[in-house]
């Protein structure tokens, strides 16, 4: 079946450092992967995707490498800052129009 | 990317009670859907609102508790019928282009006492 394990949470940065949150998949075929962040008290924004095995996505300096040899996505960015404070969900999508999101990684970022 | 708005953007009901919220979207749309997120939880796929048709609910979803209405491609309604404390949720409308992404609106805050 389809399914998404994410980091557990909660993961606290000091501002300026490095952020990595692991996610790896089970999916069967070939799914398109990935990020939403949730700011307080809004609803779930796209952050990057990837389609295809080797694929990166960025925005707003965050990136993730499709892995299909390790069936990972895992989200990073050089330098956090306390705008990023938020929950980041990774999630997949297969055949079906069918969406799985991971369990969400609460990150809080300090000054 | 599709804009998407919600109303009513929070509520706080009392239990037995009734609540219809309200999605919207600014261009016509085939694939448009519904979540549960409880609190501190991930998303919880409710039905896809289909247009012109009745809803396909999730397991654990009935539409006699979840009544869906979609009577065109820019719009649709959940109703949370006969609500407990259980149903406290965020409820979020989500709709899926063509390149497959899905989109969210901004998410009910429903509180049931």
Redesign the interface.
């Known amino acids: 079946g389809n399914s998404v394990t994410q980091m557990e949470g909660p993961v606290t940065l000091s501002e300026e450092a490095f952020l990595t949150i692991n996610c790896t998949y089970t999916a069967t075929g070939y799914p398109s992967l990935f990020w939403y962040v949730q700011y307080p008290g809004e609803g779930l924004q796209l952050l990057l995707k990837a389609t295809k095995a080797d694929d990166k996505g960025s925005n707003k300096g965050f990136e993730a490498t499709y892995r299909k040899e390790t069936t990972s996505f895992h989200l990073e960015k050089g330098s956090v800052q306390v705008s990023d404070s938020a929950v980041y969900f990774c999630a997949l999508s297969n055949t079906g129009n069918q969406f799985y999101f991971g369990t969400g990684t609460s990150l809080t970022v300090i000054p | ?1 599709a804009v998407i708005s ?1 109303k009513p953007s929070r509520d706080i009901c009392q239990r037995g009670t009734s609540l219809t919220i309200q999605c919207q979207v600014d261009s016509q749309v085939t ?1 448009m859907f519904w979540y549960r997120q409880q609190p501190g ?3 919880t ?1 409710i039905a ?1 609102a289909n247009q012109g048709s009745e809803a396909t609910y999730e397991s654990g979803f009935v539409i006699d508790k979840f009544p869906i209405s979609r009577p065109n491609l820019t719009f649709s309604t959940l109703t949370v019928s006969n609500m407990s404390p259980e149903d406290s949720s965020i409820y ?1 409308c ?1 709709v ?1 282009e063509v390149s ?8 009910t ?1 429903l509180l049931v006492l």
């Open positions: 990317s919600q694939m939880q991930s998303l796929l896809t979020l989500s899926q497959g992404t899905q989109y969210f609106g901004p998410g805050r």
